[in-house]
């Protein structure tokens, strides 16, 4: 391998000719051989589009020559629209503040930048340090990142994903209206309700999550930006601030707006907790639908076996024709990931000290794992299960009339005494309650009949 030789500070290190990256990032390389987890390609790119801004304000505002603004685009245009992935190689492990991710980020741009000004028959050289973060400190554009990073995140991945399960779970609303079955809590039999309603359940879960998670993220709209080291704005225009927010909010075609006070911005990432507190409960409850179908799919002939799922493969090395619930087993695995990463951002976000959150790597990396993780296995469970789920209306039918519950429907005719001796004395003797009614003198048959009729148990009765 050849090698060329970069320099910091800290004197001379060799770098792969190959390589893009600078001193910075080859100590860090060197320093951190920790784990397998790098940096978000998602955070690489919100880098991209904040140095992009930062250029163009530094520009407007005189202080970046004009070729330097061209290179440095040209060199976030290969970034963002990935191009140089493999030139961000850090791992998660690094420094709290992200410095040598940010590092990374200006070594890249003005390696790329000085080849693209060099082609161009220029003099002019960028410096990753006096140009490309001219103006910004690792403790401000790092945070900065988190929050484009997680937005666009969410928007871009999360919410098509969300959109395209609900319309899913509403046509099976729509289908299924006429199917009665029985109703289950504690996991023992309870009264009917249709298989529409138990669907809205589900439909109604992901809705309120979705809506719980709009409401959450706007606070990620406020960005760090203009704070540089510790929050006072030092080395930094007094416009620079709003007029990068203007310029992100451009390029990205959403709102951003200058937090301000930038103190509290470089060391909280409540937002960032507030809002993944949001997907936890998004997690808990496609767990719980998830559930819910594989213990309606179970059997199929020592199970529930309600509703029958996709078989997408085998089941078992060992025993043909089995059939496992796999797509809700992997997200419910999902579900204990995404639980697990809120633990470890909210313990990560409250370790703030003085002016600096030092945890901000590990905070965003879990983050929009979190995000990655519940739009593949929702976009999967919908597209692989969700969509051919099917009721088994005979097995459906047969709970029904061989449910104890259904004497509910007595109780407002013969009491709740009467109607728990005639459940107790069908469930002693196995035999149905219009059975046991009738031997216990309490009904005749056409009185049972008539007050205890499966489809009119589905809502209240009418006046």
């Known amino acids: ?25 080859q ?32 520009h407007e505002l005189g202080q970046l020559e004009e070729e330097k603004l061209l290179a440095i685009q040209f060199a976030v245009n290969q970034m963002v629209n990935g191009v140089l992935v493999d030139h961000f190689p850090l791992v998660v492990w690094q420094t709290g503040s992200g410095t040598q991710t940010n590092m990374n980020v200006n070594e890249v741009i003005a390696h790329v930048g000085n080849k693209w000004l060099a082609e161009q028959g220029s003099k002019i050289k960028l410096h990753p340090n006096d140009d490309v973060n001219k ?55 309870a009264t009917p309700l249709t298989f529409s309603q138990e669907i809205s359940g589900w439909l109604e879960m992901i809705t309120q999550s979705e809506k719980m ?29 709003e007029k990068v927010c203007e310029e992100i909010s451009q390029y990205t075609n959403r709102s951003f707006t200058s ?29 719980k639908i998830a559930n819910d179908i594989r213990w309606l799919a179970s059997g199929p002939r020592a199970g529930i076996g309600e509703i029958t799922i996709p078989a997408n493969e085998p089941g078992s090395s060992i025993m043909p024709g089995k059939v496992n619930p796999t797509q809700t087993e992997a997200i419910t695995m999902v579900a204990t990931q995404v639980m697990g990463n809120d633990t470890t951002i909210g313990i990560a976000a409250s370790q703030g000290n003085f002016q600096l959150n030092v945890y901000k790597p590990v905070i965003i990396y879990n983050f929009l794992q979190s995000i990655q993780l519940l739009a593949d296995s929702i976009d999967s469970f919908d597209k692989r299960c969700m969509k051919g789920l099917q009721p088994n209306q005979s097995q459906m039918s047969k709970y029904v009339e061989n449910s104890l519950m259904l004497v509910t429907a007595l109780n407002p005719h013969i009491g709740y005494e009467k109607a ?28 049972y009949d008539r007050l205890v009729q499966p489809e009119e148990m589905i809502g209240p009765k009418d006046k």
């Open 213 to 241: 998670i709009q409401d959450s993220y706007v606070y990620l709209d406020k960005l760090a930006i203009g704070g540089t080291a510790v929050g006072t704005g030092l080395n930094a225009h007094h416009d620079f601030a």
């Open 420 to 447: 728990a001796t005639i459940a107790k004395n069908a469930y002693e003797k196995n035999i149905t309650l219009k059975e046991s009614a009738v031997s216990l003198n309490v009904l005749s048959d056409t009185e």
């Open 27 to 58: 100590r860090s390389i060197n320093n951190f051989p920790i784990g397998t987890e790098t940096m978000p390609t998602e955070l690489i790119s919100a880098f991209g589009i904040l140095k992009q801004s930062a250029a163009i304000v530094n």
């Open 259 to 287: 937090d301000p006070n930038k103190f509290y911005a470089l060391t909280s990432h409540d937002a960032i907790v507030h809002t993944h507190g949001a997907l936890k409960g998004l997690a808990a409850n496609m767990m």
């Open 135 to 189: 103006s910004q400190s690792s403790n401000d554009t790092f945070p900065t990142a988190m929050h484009i990073a997680s937005v666009l995140c969410i928007e871009n991945r999360l919410f098509p994903v969300l959109e395209k399960i609900k319309e899913t779970l509403h046509k099976k609303i729509q289908a299924y209206s006429h199917i009665v079955k029985i109703g289950r809590t504690h996991l023992q039999d």
């Open 1 to 25: 391998m050849s090698y060329r030789i970069e320099k910091d500070t800290l004197g001379e290190i060799k770098v792969d000719k190959r390589k893009y990256w600078g001193a910075q990032t």
